[in-house]
C-alpha cells in the first residue's frame, strides 16, 4: 500500500499544484485573494462551504470519538449538519447583503462596518487569529495519517502537510482555496458513501448488528448516553453539540463563502446543497464503530481509527487512494483558516487599522502602494501563519476533535451575538456588540478552563448562549437610551 499511496498522493500534489496556479490567474488584488470577485457557481460554493466546514476534526477525530464512545457519536452527526444548517439559512442573507453595501472582506471588517465601531475591528481581529489552534488541529489530522499510512515520522507529516498548503495558497488564494476544495470535498462524500455501505458486507444490518456487537465489547458502546464520556453523557451534554455545532456556521472562513455567490438568488441552492454535502460527509463517523469491531486490542490512538478500518478492509490500491482522500479532508479546512487568517493580517489589522488610522490622522498615504502592501502581507501571512502553527500540531493531542474546538470556541462565543444581532435588528449600537464578545468569550474560558464543564462544546454553547443574551439585551437597552449613537441597519 505504501508504494500506491506515494503514487497517488504525488498525483494529488501535482493537482493541488495546477489548481494553484490557475488560481493565482484570477488573484489580483486583496478582494479576489479574500472572497473571490463573486462570480462562483452555488454548487461549487455549496461544495467548498462543506469541506472547509468538515475536516481533519470529521474524518479523523469523529471516527476516533465513535471508536471510543460507540453509538452515542450519531448525536454529534445530527447535531453536526441540520443545525450549522439552519443557522446557515438564518444568517446567510442578511450577511451577504450588509458585506455588499459595506465591501467587507472579512468578519472583523464586516462588523467594524455595521457596528461603525474601529475598536471591534481590531478585537474581534485578534480574536480571529485564535484559529491558529483549529489550523494546528488539521495538521494533528494530516501527521497522524502520514505516520499511520507511511510509518514516517508524525512531525515529518505534519511538516509536509504545511508545506503544501502554504505552496498553493500562496499562488492562488481563494480561487485556490476554491479550486482544491471542490476537488477534496467531492472525494470525501464519495468515501463516506462507501465507509457506510461497506458496513453492510461486514456485518449484515448496520441498524441492528453494530450496536449488539459494540454492546458485547462494552454495554456502554451502544447505548444512546455514554457515561464515561462528559461530551456524551447525557441530554444536557448533548444540547451543547447542538448549540455549538449551530454556531460553527458563524465562523469567518465559513461566512465568507456567502461573497464568493454571484447573486442572492444563488442563496437557496448554496444552502441546501451544502446541508446535502454536509450530512453525506459526516456519516463517515460510523466507520470508528466498525473499526471498533474490528480491532479486538484497542487502538493506542483512537484518532488512527479510520485509517485502521481502511487498511483492514480494503485492497491495497483502494485503502490507498482512501488515506489520500482522508488527506485532502484535513487539507480542505486548512487553506480555508489560512485564507482568512492571512486576509485578516493583511487587510484587516494592516490596512483597515493601522493605514486608515494614518488616514485619519491627517498623514499622507499612497493608496495604490498601500493596497500593494497589504495582499503582499496576505500571501506572505500563509506562510507565516503555517509556521506558526507548528508547535502546537507537534504536541500531538490524545483528541484532534477536542483540540480544534477549542480555539475556536473562543472565536465563536466572541462573534455568536454580534453577528445575530446585525442580521436580526433594524438598529445595532457598537456597545453591545462589544460587551457580547468580551462576555462571551469570557465565560466560555471561565467554564471550560476552570473545569467547570469538562465538555468542549457545552463550554462553547455556554460561550455562544452568554454572547447572544447580552448582545440583544444591551442592545435593546442602548439603543433605547442612547439612539443618537445606534446605527439604522434597515428602514
Known amino acids: 500500500m505504501k508504494a500506491t499511496f506515494i503514487i497517488l498522493f504525488v498525483i494529488y500534489l501535482i493537482a493541488m499544484g495546477v489548481l494553484g496556479l490557475k488560481g493565482s490567474k484570477k488573484t489580483t488584488d486583496m478582494k479576489s485573494f479574500a472572497v473571490s470577485s463573486g462570480d462562483v457557481n452555488p454548487y461549487i460554493v455549496a461544495i467548498t462551504w462543506a469541506a472547509t466546514f468538515m475536516s481533519a476534526g470529521t474524518f479523523l477525530g469523529l471516527p476516533g470519538l465513535a471508536y471510543k464512545n460507540g453509538v452515542s457519536l450519531l448525536w454529534y452527526h445530527m447535531g453536526h449538519w441540520f443545525p450549522a444548517i439552519l443557522m446557515l439559512a438564518i444568517v446567510a442573507g442578511s450577511y451577504r447583503k450588509l458585506a455588499d453595501k459595506t465591501n467587507a472582506l472579512t468578519m472583523p471588517d464586516w462588523l467594524a462596518d455595521v457596528y461603525q465601531s474601529k475598536g471591534l475591528r481590531l478585537l474581534i481581529g485578534i480574536v480571529c487569529l485564535c484559529n491558529i489552534v483549529p489550523l494546528a488541529a488539521q495538521f494533528v489530522g494530516v501527521g497522524t495519517l502520514m505516520n499511520a499510512t507511511l510509518g514516517i515520522p508524525y512531525e515529518t507529516g505534519v511538516l509536509i502537510g504545511v508545506v503544501v498548503v502554504m505552496i498553493y495558497l500562496f499562488l492562488g488564494g481563494t480561487y485556490a482555496h476554491i479550486y482544491t476544495n471542490v476537488v477534496q470535498g467531492t472525494l470525501m462524500c464519495i468515501v463516506s458513501i462507501t465507509v457506510v455501505i461497506t458496513g453492510f458486507f461486514l456485518f449484515g444490518n448496520v441498524f441492528t448488528e453494530v450496536p449488539r456487537l459494540l454492546s458485547q465489547a462494552d454495554p456502554n458502546l451502544s447505548a444512546a448516553f455514554n457515561p464515561s464520556d462528559a461530551a456524551f453523557a447525557g441530554p444536557v451534554a448533548i444540547s451543547g453539540i447542538f448549540i455549538s455545532n449551530a454556531c460553527w456556521s458563524l465562523n469567518p472562513q465559513l461566512m465568507n463563502k456567502v461573497q464568493y455567490l454571484k447573486t442572492n438568488r444563488d442563496l437557496r441552492k448554496f444552502i441546501l446543497f451544502a446541508g446535502f454535502c454536509l450530512f453525506i460527509g459526516g456519516m463517515v463517523v460510523v466507520g470508528g464503530m466498525y473499526s471498533r469491531l474490528l480491532t479486538p486490542e484497542v487502538l493506542a490512538n483512537a484518532d488512527d481509527a479510520l485509517p485502521t478500518f481502511v487498511t483492514m478492509v480494503y485492497h491495497p490500491v483502494v485503502g490507498a487512494f482512501f488515506n489520500v482522500v482522508l488527506l485532502a479532508a484535513t487539507m480542505s479546512t486548512t487553506d480555508g483558516i489560512m485564507v482568512m487568517m492571512a486576509t485578516v493580517l493583511g487587510n484587516t489589522l494592516y490596512r483597515q487599522t493601522y493605514i486608515q488610522h494614518k488616514i485619519d490622522c491627517g498623514q499622507k498615504v499612497d493608496i495604490e502602494k498601500a493596497d500593494r502592501i497589504s495582499l503582499s502581507i496576505a500571501k506572505w501571512s500563509v506562510v507565516l501563519v503555517g509556521i506558526a502553527s507548528l508547535p502546537i500540531a507537534f504536541n500531538r493531542p490524545s483528541s484532534l476533535n477536542v483540540l480544534n474546538w477549542i480555539g475556536t ?83
Request: glycine letters at 10%; proline letters at 1%.
Open 409 to 491: 470556541g473562543v472565536i465563536l462565543s466572541g462573534v455568536a451575538g454580534p453577528l445575530l444581532v446585525a442580521v436580526t435588528q433594524k438598529k445595532v449600537h457598537r456597545m453591545s456588540a462589544i460587551i457580547a464578545a468580551v462576555c462571551g468569550i469570557a465565560a466560555y474560558l471561565v467554564v471550560y478552563v476552570g473545569k467547570i464543564i469538562l465538555s468542549v462544546y457545552l463550554a462553547v454553547g455556554v460561550g455562544c448562549i452568554v454572547s447572544l443574551a447580552a448582545a440583544f439585551i444591551v442592545n435593546a437597552l442602548m439603543t433605547k437610551h442612547d439612539a443618537g449613537h445606534a446605527v439604522v441597519l434597515r428602514v
